[in-house]
């Protein structure tokens, strides 16, 4: 039985078509991953889909009733839920008022009953196995649990149909397990969910069936028992797509980044040498300690020990004197760390490289447009032109803009803080080569990932982190997910300390 039907959907912008006759259906208690490289019309499908964008042809029925009208108020109204990637929370408020915004209880005397609405938050908690305090308010709530409380809004307001955009992005294995527990639980129960995920080992663990959209048109679907991981990405991305690994050894320089016994909030005692021109992998388990010494080395933390030098000169203070050093950093969030949304491409490239120039006021936009049409070329950023808005852009294209940001400042040392997150797998393999061809040029690149494969494409050798500390450091012929996996859950160790037991 089919939950959702959408069929011959149409829809361009200013004269451009993102959606050529499109299909898709979803069916009564399915996972559907729909797969695309961004700018391939998932987001205007699913956007269509929530009523934020009309169709400009095209039909849609959800459960039993063809929609002529659709908007924000009356998807919410049918049992539509849009979970997004960037979280639509209020922080400032508790769960329990997160909860029950617009549909707050009231008392008999008209106020606000509270009581009523913690109780009932706590069962909702309950029935989701997730440990959340309604009292909470939500900025103290770690990124994971903010997504299952987005889950848990759209089950309160009685959804029947779920969409899931990126959503084990900020998550490690565990809270992944417990998400797909989640989703599975409530597809038992008759719920549907439309999947969005660029993570091939994700979809064909949790998905029942796919579909593909390259160019705003629909390239194939099917059940995923039937397919392959290489046959989905080939159809995502076209005949562009290769399986090679992208690592090239190259001549290094001189050390350029050196750490002794440096601690700090969440890593303590991290010592490493990295030379010019080298790329350095960073990974280990979620809560490792990785992303906290990144902010640390940029300058965003405190450190509470140790020595960082840069070019053989000692550092410490803020993200200025980071700047000055040229260390330049790519957070992980980029929508809260990096983007600047009411600002256009040009103003987003030129805005470190004007904090170091402060001494010249005057900003020479003939100048600074030439310097952003040579990052264009040379990053292969996608857009109509430099007064485009950052947010018009895909998410790949946003990141290139970020690094761009960074070599106009001429840094030397870039740290790379999950470089690929909630980029599709063509764009991924672009940054990949901007990241070897970037070291070529002398640049030195600390980036840190949850995924092996993107340290098994660029890195000289990778850190494992394990607890704070560094574990292991593997030279790139000895990157695999087996020994990667072992030292970042310290295995052997466990083995060896019951071995003593014993």
């Keep these: 039985m089919e939950m959702l039907r959408m069929s011959g959907i149409s829809k361009s912008f200013f004269g451009v078509t993102v959606l050529d006759r499109v299909d898709f259906s979803v069916g009564t208690g399915e996972v559907h991953a729909l797969l695309g490289e961004n700018g391939a019309g998932k987001s205007t499908l699913m956007n269509i889909l929530a009523g934020v ?6 039909t849609v ?4 009733h063809t929609l002529e009208h659709i908007t924000v108020q009356s998807t919410e109204h049918m049992g539509i839920a849009f979970v997004h990637q960037e979280l639509n929370l209020f922080n400032d408020l508790k769960v329990y008022e997160n909860i029950f915004l617009r549909k707050e209880l009231l008392t008999r005397l008209g106020t606000l009953d509270k009581r009523r609405m913690i109780a009932q938050t706590q069962e909702l908690m309950n029935r989701l196995g997730v440990d959340i305090d309604p009292n ?5 709530l770690e990124t994971s649990k903010k997504q299952l409380l ?3 809004k759209a089950l309160h307001a ?3 149909l779920f969409i899931l955009d990126e959503p084990t992005t900020a998550l490690n294995n565990n809270e992944i397990d417990h998400l797909f527990k989640i989703v599975r639980g409530l597809k038992a129960e008759g719920k549907s969910f439309i999947f969005i995920s660029h993570k091939m080992t994700e979809i064909f663990t949790l998905a029942d069936r796919y579909t593909v959209l390259r160019n705003g048109q629909m390239i194939g679907s099917g059940a995923i028992a039937e397919t392959t991981p290489t046959e989905v990405t080939r159809m995502m991305v076209g005949n562009s797509y290769s399986d090679a690994d992208f690592y090239e050894p190259r001549a290094l320089g001189e050390p350029i980044l050196e750490l002794e ?9 991290i010592s490493f040498s990295i030379r010019k021109g080298e790329i350095v992998g960073f990974t280990g388990l979620k809560g490792a300690g990785i992303s906290e010494l990144m902010q640390t080395v940029f300058g965003a933390m405190e450190p509470s020990g140790g020595t960082l030098k840069v070019a053989g000169s000692p550092i410490a203070g803020d993200i200025h004197n980071a700047m000055v050093h040229r260390v330049g950093m790519i957070p992980a969030n980029r929508k809260e760390n990096s983007v600047l949304p009411d600002f256009t491409l040009l103003e987003n490239n030129y805005v470190s490289e004007h904090t170091l120039s402060r001494k010249r006021p005057v900003i020479r936009k003939r100048a600074e447009r030439q310097r952003f049409e040579r990052m264009r070329g040379m990053l292969n950023i996608r857009c109509n032109g430099e007064d485009d808005l950052i947010t018009s852009l895909s998410g790949g294209n946003q990141q290139k803009v970020i690094l761009a940001r960074w070599l106009n400042t001429d840094a030397d040392v870039l740290l790379l803080d999950n470089p690929t997150q909630g980029i599709d797998v063509g764009a991924k393999a672009e940054i990949y ?3 070897l061809e970037l070291a070529r040029r002398g640049k030195t690149l600390l980036v840190n990932t949850l ?3 993107e340290l098994q494409k660029v890195a000289d050798r990778c850190i494992v982190f394990y607890h704070g500390s560094i574990h292991s450091v593997l030279r790139h012929e000895d990157i695999t997910e087996e020994n990667v996996m072992l030292a970042a859950t310290n295995a052997a160790g466990v083995a060896q300390e019951r071995a003593v037991a014993q």
């Design 451 to 453: 995924e092996i494969p």
């Design 136 to 140: 909470a308010t939500v900025s103290e």
């Design 150 to 152: 987005e889950i848990a």
């Design 61 to 64: 029925v959800f459960d039993g």
């Design 53 to 58: 964008h009309t169709r400009d042809s095209g």
């Design 158 to 160: 009685e959804a029947k």
């Design 433 to 435: 080569k901007l990241i």
């Design 261 to 269: 016994h440096y601690s700090g909030n969440g890593f303590e005692d």
